[in-house]
């Protein structure tokens, strides 16, 4: 006889099978390390003005990324720029999914009146922008990490919702909820037990693809000036500095612009390659 | 004589599907169950025999409260459980249990066969887990499948095990009444007479009484004692299973064993299909009838709907 | 010629447990106005065969080989798209399981009989019109106009059966696959439209394939029987000879395990045992784990298709 | 469906009264007031002069009352960055570059987009649908400040072919219309792709197969039409994003447009062009999806004529 195995193995391998979602987990992997050991590979701090003498100079052996307009150490500024964005962007997934999974397991498994009111909720969160949401909630409370993680949560969530909701919604027809039911298993038994292990692709995917959309939120912001402040690095700040510098200085434009698209791309076709082997019946949505 | 143990008294339900158009059209009532009683006396196996629509699954999900009826009680030995919160049900629902026609929706995909079999035994607190799960798996082996099929997961099945699971959980409480929904009409002829045979020994053995929800009548002939006809929503006529395939009197039941594919080539004949209007209209009319269709006997133990004629 | 023409027909999908070998060396002839059962159980390659025939599987994934494998001289291994394009629907057309996913949702069924005519004649609309009118009559449907402008998802499961009989029959195909047409529908339907079928090839004179699990739509329906298993052919032969005399174990243990066939509550004859894993087939006959009269033979080479005979052939060592 | 709309319609104006609720409690609960900057030194007795003449010493109930009395006769007060003009005439002059940049980058990325993500899905696991993939997962990942910065690069920096900035002369409209059509160019790809292809394995394209038609006919007509149906729907959505995704392109490319003021709106307190703008743009979203849902049932047969009872 065989070896028995979950769903969730069979899952594992079609990950597998799928080059670019292995190799973008690899380097996500990779760059995230680079996040949490940041001191130790990284010359300086990120605010230190170590090199004035050498401001604006170009990547070099010493500096492989060059040093920026204020003597700063560019690598060192990218790496904790990473810390910045790997943060937020794993922070706001994290509450989105947890304002998420009992809202749309809710409105999916008793529908009627909760449906109705989480599905209004969600609407009023399609139909403004988030930018601008995002930008006046900004000018209120300062800006600052914990904002960029607020909003991005706040507008985070509606995806996950939504995911749960249909999941949760097209498996409280099935019949083992129905024989759980006939058992006598309370609605709380029956979500927790059944619903959410059920839910478990689509919260996976939702988590994962939350994290670019924060990522890509506070990167706008600070684009705008009004993200993380400085000192602080962010990839948008730095983008934004480093457009003035762009004719003459490239790297100080390139690089940040560089870090940022390989990360969200990364962690995007991770999330979809985690959707693809997780649910083949969400593919391509 | 004792009480029966599951007992129907003039089950209705009415869905109010919205009428079409306007802003104040309300609502229309559609009867997918009207005054259906029922009796299932104790070791006995009862077809509830029809046609989509006709209103069995619906009978069958009212009886195991999983749907609210209209109006009408709803009896398990004697207790009319019609009324009572979920919380005073749930002793009851040790007493009776269900199967489902589609094995693949009937079984969570994320647990074991164990855990599957086992999950009444953990809903009602009895015993500790690995009581349980020894349990569970004695009862997988009851059913056919070796103990080392608990690791296992419902994806790894056919169709046939499958229903065999959940046939093991639904009997692990050893409940006195099953409601079996077509538990055989989505498996293969081979697989068909396994779990036919399945139910019949498992029925023996433990004293079962089985509400046996089925369109096909030739599985409900080797199976059942007696068999009620649904139509459109009402008990056409209910016999014991050998008068009805001997002496119907129904239109519609009539019609039900004409749609039966014949056993043999030799046997091939032209058929008669008739129209619901003509089922309507052809209601035996019989002396000592009511003025309105009713369920009427016509020999002990035989009951038609009929009409004063 | 024959009118089909399949000689050791191989048909495989790539999966991830392995190959799935759906059909494993199957031999079918008919002959014009033939009308022929392919009775399996699921997994025993009956659709794949009727797929395979007219080339509806979609390949790669799937493999296709076969000696020959032609409809009405057509090579269907070799045509070109155009030609596949132009059997299909005028030679041989199918009818499937499932009439509610079977016609296009944005389309009436008007459109969708009234383009297949078009496809294969030059005829106008109006002409095609008139033509998918006599059709909706001819399959007993007695409001045509109304069905012609209905969308599918206005109609019932049974109506569009006949819609989907009335489609391919349209161009008068000389013959008709009929897949599993009966199984999604109720049981007095059923009877419809198996009588309404056999009428039909009655009347047109077409060949017929009716493909099913169910032996009691054999014993109405056709005049011979394929009987497969594990994607090979276990028994063929004429229908009343094999209700009454059959042949290979599997076939008489199939018969036997019909419910209902006596009167009385009664336990049946079960073949005991599961079907086989197409990724993974037994080696030698694919029934021989389940076979009560199996021969130690039997577990190592696949008995070959002998003459039993008059039009009488099974593939068993049990047979002398 | 009449029934339906003035639903939505009453929905939408749910919506509207709760987003300008909200927004306009959010302004006013940000400490400091327009008058506040530093780049605009005013004593406070000026200030308090300036707040009574904006009526912005009013309490905050009044100020909002009368603000959204304003609105309801299309009057949305003078922003303060700007008081020789109302918000309405600064709207038709800052809108239209905006409009040219979003309107033209939605006209030429969506039916590019929609050719390549045809062309991918009939050409599946080829190199081509790859390099498809591959730019829409591009164009949906990296911001469009990042495009734009790559094209400015490229075009600008190091091959000096077109101006990096300003919107006088046409060919300066190039690298701000390129940058902005990527993002619909990308969602319309991959949504076209994987919409045919989820058509292309429903089984009445097997249907159509034996029915002879030809592949050029079932992809053009039948797959076609039934994926078209769900991109209809996020195309009005989109070209409303227009209005906001614009900001960063015309930052970038120093386009003379309305994402400017998005920024400055909020960073001077102008609470008049602030409110009016976000007013309009959810308003612009809620009928967006409206219309759009209302061009999906008409399109769909399912919807247009319902079901069967």
């Given at each position: 006889?065989?070896?028995?195995?979950?769903?969730?193995?069979?899952?594992?391998?079609?990950?597998?099978?799928?080059?670019?979602?292995?190799?973008?987990?690899?380097?996500?992997?990779?760059?995230?390390?680079?996040?949490?050991?940041?001191?130790?590979?990284?010359?300086?701090?990120?605010?230190?003005?170590?090199?004035?003498?050498?401001?604006?100079?170009?990547?070099?052996?010493?500096?492989?990324?060059?040093?920026?307009?204020?003597?700063?150490?560019?690598?060192?500024?990218?790496?904790?720029?990473?810390?910045?964005?790997?943060?937020?962007?794993?922070?706001?997934?994290?509450?989105?999914?947890?304002?998420?999974?009992?809202?749309?397991?809710?409105?999916?498994?008793?529908?009627?009146?909760?449906?109705?009111?989480?599905?209004?909720?969600?609407?009023?969160?399609?139909?403004?922008?988030?930018?601008?949401?995002?930008?006046?909630?900004?000018?209120?409370?300062?800006?600052?990490?914990?904002?960029?993680?607020?909003?991005?949560?706040?507008?985070?969530?509606?995806?996950?919702?939504?995911?749960?909701?249909?999941?949760?919604?097209?498996?409280?027809?099935?019949?083992?909820?129905?024989?759980?039911?006939?058992?006598?298993?309370?609605?709380?038994?029956?979500?927790?037990?059944?619903?959410?292990?059920?839910?478990?692709?689509?919260?996976?995917?939702?988590?994962?693809?939350?994290?670019?959309?924060?990522?890509?939120?506070?990167?706008?912001?600070?684009?705008?000036?009004?993200?993380?402040?400085?000192?602080?690095?962010?990839?948008?700040?730095?983008?934004?500095?480093?457009?003035?510098?762009?004719?003459?200085?490239?790297?100080?434009?390139?690089?940040?612009?560089?870090?940022?698209?390989?990360?969200?791309?990364?962690?995007?076709?991770?999330?979809?390659?985690?959707?693809?082997?997780?649910?083949?019946?969400?593919?391509?949505? | 004589?004792?009480?029966?143990?599951?007992?129907?008294?003039?089950?209705?339900?009415?869905?109010?599907?919205?009428?079409k158009?306007?802003?104040?059209?309300?609502?229309?009532?559609?009867?997918?169950?009207?005054?259906?009683?029922?009796?299932?006396?104790?070791?006995?196996?009862?077809?509830?025999?029809?046609?989509s629509?006709?209103?069995?699954?619906?009978?069958?999900?009212?009886?195991?409260?999983?749907?609210?009826?209209?109006?009408?009680?709803?009896?398990?030995?004697?207790?009319?459980?019609?009324?009572?919160?979920?919380?005073?049900?749930?002793?009851?629902?040790?007493?009776?249990?269900?199967?489902?026609?589609?094995?693949?929706?009937?079984?969570?995909?994320?647990?074991?066969?164990?855990?599957?079999?086992?999950?009444?035994?953990?809903?009602?607190?009895?015993?500790?887990?690995?009581?349980?799960?020894?349990?569970?798996?004695?009862?997988?082996?009851?059913?056919?499948?070796?103990?080392?099929?608990?690791?296992?997961?419902?994806?790894?099945?056919?169709?046939?095990?499958?229903?065999?699971?959940?046939?093991?959980?639904?009997?692990?409480?050893?409940?006195?009444?099953?409601?079996?929904?077509?538990?055989?009409?989505?498996?293969?002829?081979?697989?068909?007479?396994?779990?036919?045979?399945?139910?019949?020994?498992?029925?023996?053995?433990?004293?079962?009484?089985?509400?046996?929800?089925?369109?096909?009548?030739?599985?409900?002939?080797?199976?059942?004692?007696?068999?009620?006809?649904?139509?459109?929503?009402?008990?056409?006529?209910?016999?014991?299973?050998?008068?009805?395939?001997?002496?119907?009197?129904?239109?519609?039941?009539?019609?039900?064993?004409?749609?039966?594919?014949?056993?043999?080539?030799?046997?091939?004949?032209?058929?008669?299909?008739?129209t619901?209007?003509?089922?309507?209209?052809?209601?035996?009319?019989?002396?000592?009838?009511?003025?309105?269709?009713?369920?009427?006997?016509?020999?002990?133990?035989?009951?038609?709907?009929?009409?004063?004629? | 010629?024959?009118?089909?023409?399949?000689?050791?027909?191989?048909?495989?999908?790539?999966?991830?447990?392995?190959?799935?070998?759906?059909?494993?060396?199957?031999?079918?002839?008919?002959?014009?106005?033939?009308?022929?059962?392919?009775?399996?159980?699921?997994?025993?390659?009956?659709?794949?065969?009727?797929?395979?025939?007219l080339?509806l599987?979609?390949?790669?994934?799937?493999?296709?080989?076969?000696?020959?494998?032609?409809?009405?001289?057509?090579?269907?291994?070799?045509?070109?798209?155009?030609?596949?394009a132009?059997?299909r629907g005028k030679?041989a057309s199918m009818v499937f399981q499932d009439p509610m996913s079977a016609f296009d949702p944005v389309f009436t069924i008007g459109h969708q009989i009234v383009e297949t005519i078009r496809a294969h004649t030059?005829a106008s609309l109006s002409a095609a019109t008139d033509q998918a009118v006599a059709l909706l009559d001819r399959v007993r449907i007695k409001t045509p106009l109304s069905i012609l402008n209905s969308y599918p998802h206005q109609l019932s499961g049974g109506m569009l059966q006949r819609a989907m009989i009335a489609m391919a029959l349209s161009c008068r195909p000389?013959?008709l696959f009929a897949d599993e047409p009966t199984t999604a529908l109720d049981?007095?339907i059923q009877?419809q439209i198996l009588a309404l079928i056999?009428d039909l090839?009655?009347e047109l004179?077409?060949?017929?394939?009716?493909?099913?699990?169910?032996?009691?739509?054999?014993?109405?329906?056709?005049?011979?029987?394929?009987?497969?298993?594990?994607?090979?052919?276990?028994?063929?032969?004429?229908?009343?000879?094999?209700?009454?005399?059959?042949?290979?174990?599997?076939?008489?243990?199939?018969?036997?395990?019909?419910?209902?066939?006596?009167?009385?509550?009664?336990?049946?004859?079960?073949?005991?045992?599961?079907?086989?894993?197409?990724?993974?087939?037994?080696?030698?006959?694919?029934?021989?784990?389940?076979?009560?009269?199996?021969?130690?033979?039997?577990?190592?080479?696949?008995?070959?298709?002998?003459?039993?005979?008059?039009?009488?052939?099974?593939?068993?060592?049990?047979?002398? | 469906?009449?029934?339906?709309?003035?639903?939505?319609?009453?929905?939408?104006?749910?919506?509207?009264?709760?987003?300008?609720?909200?927004?306009?409690?959010?302004?006013?609960?940000?400490?400091?007031?327009?008058?506040?900057?530093?780049?605009?030194?005013?004593?406070?007795?000026?200030?308090?002069?300036?707040?009574?003449?904006?009526?912005?010493?009013?309490?905050?109930?009044?100020?909002?009352?009368?603000?959204?009395?304003?609105?309801?006769?299309?009057?949305?007060?003078?922003?303060?960055?700007?008081?020789?003009?109302?918000?309405?005439?600064?709207?038709?002059?800052?809108?239209?570059?905006?409009?040219?940049?979003?309107?033209?980058?939605?006209?030429?990325?969506?039916?590019?987009?929609?050719?390549?993500?045809?062309?991918?899905?009939?050409?599946?696991?080829?190199?081509?649908?790859?390099?498809?993939?591959?730019?829409?997962?591009?164009?949906?990942?990296?911001?469009?400040?990042?495009?734009?910065?790559?094209?400015?690069?490229?075009?600008?920096?190091?091959?000096?072919?077109?101006?990096?900035?300003?919107?006088?002369?046409?060919?300066?409209?190039?690298?701000?219309?390129?940058?902005?059509?990527?993002?619909?160019?990308?969602?319309?790809?991959?949504?076209?792709?994987?919409?045919?292809?989820?058509v292309m394995?429903k089984p009445f394209v097997t249907v159509l197969r034996a029915k002879g038609l030809s592949?050029?006919r079932i992809i053009f007509q039948h797959v076609l039409r039934n994926a078209a149906l769900?991109?209809?729907?996020?195309?009005?959505?989109?070209?409303?994003?227009?209005?906001?995704?614009?900001?960063?392109?015309?930052?970038?490319?120093?386009?003379?447009?309305?994402?400017?003021?998005?920024?400055?709106?909020?960073?001077?307190?102008?609470?008049?062009?602030?409110?009016?703008?976000?007013?309009?743009?959810?308003?612009?979203?809620?009928?967006?999806?409206?219309?759009?849902?209302?061009?999906?049932a008409l399109l769909n047969p399912r919807i247009r004529f319902g079901g069967k009872s």
């Amino acid at each position: 006889m065989s070896q028995t195995r979950s769903p969730l193995y069979f899952a594992l391998r079609r990950f597998a099978d799928n080059k670019a979602a292995v190799v973008s987990g690899i380097i996500l992997g990779v760059i995230l390390l680079m996040a949490i050991f940041a001191p130790l590979i990284t010359p300086t701090g990120y605010a230190d003005q170590d090199y004035l003498t050498e401001a604006l100079s170009f990547p070099s052996s010493q500096h492989w990324m060059g040093i920026d307009d204020l003597g700063r150490d560019f690598f060192t500024r990218i790496v904790y720029g990473a810390r910045v964005s790997l943060s937020i962007g794993f922070s706001a997934a994290l509450f989105a999914v947890l304002i998420g999974i009992p809202l749309g397991a809710i409105a999916g498994f008793y529908g009627g009146w909760a449906d109705w009111i989480v599905m209004r909720l969600i609407e009023l969160f399609s139909v403004v922008p988030p930018l601008l949401a995002a930008m006046l909630l900004g000018a209120l409370t300062n800006g600052g990490f914990f904002t960029i993680v607020l909003i991005a949560s706040l507008f985070g969530w509606v995806q996950v919702c939504l995911l749960v909701r249909a999941q949760v919604k097209a498996f409280r027809e099935k019949e083992f909820v129905r024989a759980a039911q006939a058992l006598g298993a309370s609605p709380g038994y029956i979500i927790r037990r059944h619903l959410i292990p059920n839910s478990i692709s689509p919260i996976i995917v939702g988590f994962v693809l939350a994290i670019p959309l924060a990522m890509m939120l506070e990167a706008s912001l600070s684009f705008l000036g009004i993200g993380v402040p400085p000192p602080v690095p962010s990839w948008g700040q730095m983008i934004n500095v480093g457009m003035d510098f762009m004719y003459f200085y490239w790297h100080l434009a390139v690089f940040p612009t560089l870090a940022l698209a390989v990360t969200v791309l990364a962690t995007t076709l991770l999330g979809d390659g985690l959707r693809d082997a997780l649910d083949p019946t969400l593919k391509g949505r | 004589m004792t009480a029966p143990v599951l007992e129907l008294r003039n089950l209705s339900k009415t869905f109010q599907l919205p009428r079409k158009g306007g802003w104040f059209a309300g609502h229309i009532d559609h009867h997918a169950v009207r005054d259906v009683s029922l009796t299932l006396p104790r070791n006995t196996i009862l077809g509830l025999v029809g046609e989509s629509g006709s209103g069995k699954s619906t009978t069958g999900l009212m009886t195991m409260r999983l749907m609210e009826p209209t109006s009408g009680r709803i009896l398990i030995d004697g207790a009319d459980i019609t009324a009572l919160t979920p919380a005073e049900l749930k002793p009851y629902r040790r007493q009776m249990q269900i199967v489902f026609q589609d094995s693949y929706s009937a079984l969570d995909p994320m647990m074991t066969l164990a855990r599957i079999v086992a999950e009444p035994l953990h809903i009602h607190g009895i015993g500790r887990a690995e009581e349980q799960t020894e349990q569970a798996l004695a009862m997988l082996d009851r059913v056919g499948l070796h103990r080392s099929y608990g690791q296992r997961y419902p994806h790894e099945l056919s169709g046939g095990q499958r229903q065999r699971v959940a046939i093991a959980r639904a009997l692990i409480l050893r409940p006195q009444v099953l409601v079996a929904d077509e538990p055989t009409s989505a498996l293969d002829v081979s697989v068909k007479a396994q779990i036919i045979n399945l139910l019949l020994d498992l029925q023996q053995e433990m004293g079962l009484s089985i509400l046996f929800i089925s369109h096909d009548l030739s599985v409900v002939r080797s199976l059942t004692d007696r068999v009620a006809v649904m139509f459109n929503g009402r008990i056409v006529e209910t016999a014991a299973t050998e008068t009805i395939f001997s002496d119907a009197r129904h239109p519609y039941t009539q019609g039900l064993l004409s749609a039966i594919p014949v056993l043999n080539p030799s046997d091939r004949r032209p058929r008669r299909f008739l129209t619901a209007d003509e089922i309507e209209r052809g209601i035996p009319r019989l002396p000592g009838a009511g003025p309105t269709p009713a369920l009427h006997q016509v020999s002990p133990g035989h009951l038609v709907e009929a009409v004063a004629g | 010629m024959p009118l089909v023409d399949i000689q050791n027909l191989h048909v495989s999908f790539p999966q991830h447990e392995g190959l799935v070998q759906a059909v494993r060396g199957m031999s079918l002839t008919i002959e014009a106005g033939e009308s022929v059962g392919i009775v399996g159980e699921s997994g025993s390659g009956k659709s794949v065969t009727c797929m395979a025939a007219l080339r509806l599987l979609r390949h790669p994934p799937s493999r296709i080989t076969a000696d020959r494998l032609s409809l009405d001289g057509v090579d269907m291994l070799t045509a070109s798209r155009r030609d596949l394009a132009r059997v299909r629907g005028k030679v041989a057309s199918m009818v499937f399981q499932d009439p509610m996913s079977a016609f296009d949702p944005v389309f009436t069924i008007g459109h969708q009989i009234v383009e297949t005519i078009r496809a294969h004649t030059d005829a106008s609309l109006s002409a095609a019109t008139d033509q998918a009118v006599a059709l909706l009559d001819r399959v007993r449907i007695k409001t045509p106009l109304s069905i012609l402008n209905s969308y599918p998802h206005q109609l019932s499961g049974g109506m569009l059966q006949r819609a989907m009989i009335a489609m391919a029959l349209s161009c008068r195909p000389k013959i008709l696959f009929a897949d599993e047409p009966t199984t999604a529908l109720d049981v007095t339907i059923q009877a419809q439209i198996l009588a309404l079928i056999k009428d039909l090839q009655a009347e047109l004179g077409m060949g017929l394939v009716m493909v099913t699990h169910d032996l009691g739509v054999v014993a109405e329906t056709v005049d011979r029987v394929v009987v497969m298993y594990g994607g090979r052919v276990m028994e063929e032969g004429p229908v009343q000879a094999i209700f009454d005399d059959p042949q290979h174990p599997y076939t008489r243990a199939l018969l036997n395990s019909i419910p209902g066939r006596t009167p009385g509550k009664q336990r049946l004859t079960e073949i005991a045992g599961q079907s086989p894993n197409p990724a993974n087939p037994p080696a030698g006959c694919p029934f021989h784990p389940r076979c009560t009269v199996a021969l130690p033979d039997c577990a190592t080479t696949a008995p070959a298709t002998r003459q039993i005979g008059p039009g009488r052939t099974a593939a068993c060592w049990g047979l002398t | 469906m009449l029934r339906y709309i003035i639903g939505r319609l009453l929905s939408i104006l749910l919506t509207f009264f709760v987003v300008s609720l909200i927004v306009f409690l959010m302004m006013h609960s940000v400490p400091g007031g327009p008058f506040d900057g530093n780049d605009m030194p005013v004593s406070d007795a000026v200030k308090a002069k300036l707040n009574a003449s904006l009526g912005l010493d009013k309490p905050l109930y009044e100020q909002y009352l009368r603000y959204m009395w304003g609105v309801l006769h299309f009057d949305f007060g003078v922003p303060f960055q700007s008081p020789g003009e109302t918000v309405t005439e600064l709207l038709a002059r800052a809108w239209p570059p905006s409009l040219i940049l979003g309107g033209s980058g939605v006209l030429i990325g969506a039916p590019l987009g929609i050719l390549m993500g045809m062309a991918a899905a009939l050409r599946r696991n080829t190199w081509f649908d790859y390099l498809v993939s591959a730019v829409s997962t591009l164009g949906l990942t990296i911001p469009v400040f990042v495009i734009s910065m790559m094209l400015i690069m490229v075009f600008s920096v190091w091959l000096n072919w077109l101006p990096a900035g300003g919107w006088e002369k046409p060919y300066s409209w190039i690298l701000p219309i390129t940058a902005y059509a990527a993002v619909p160019m990308a969602t319309y790809a991959r949504y076209t792709r994987s919409a045919m292809l989820d058509v292309m394995t429903k089984p009445f394209v097997t249907v159509l197969r034996a029915k002879g038609l030809s592949e050029r006919r079932i992809i053009f007509q039948h797959v076609l039409r039934n994926a078209a149906l769900p991109l209809v729907t996020v195309f009005l959505p989109m070209f409303i994003g227009t209005a906001t995704g614009s900001i960063f392109v015309e930052a970038m490319f120093r386009v003379p447009g309305l994402g400017a003021y998005f920024v400055s709106s909020i960073e001077l307190r102008d609470y008049p062009l602030e409110m009016s703008l976000i007013l309009m743009i959810t308003m612009m979203f809620c009928v967006a999806y409206l219309i759009s849902d209302i061009v999906y049932a008409l399109l769909n047969p399912r919807i247009r004529f319902g079901g069967k009872s």
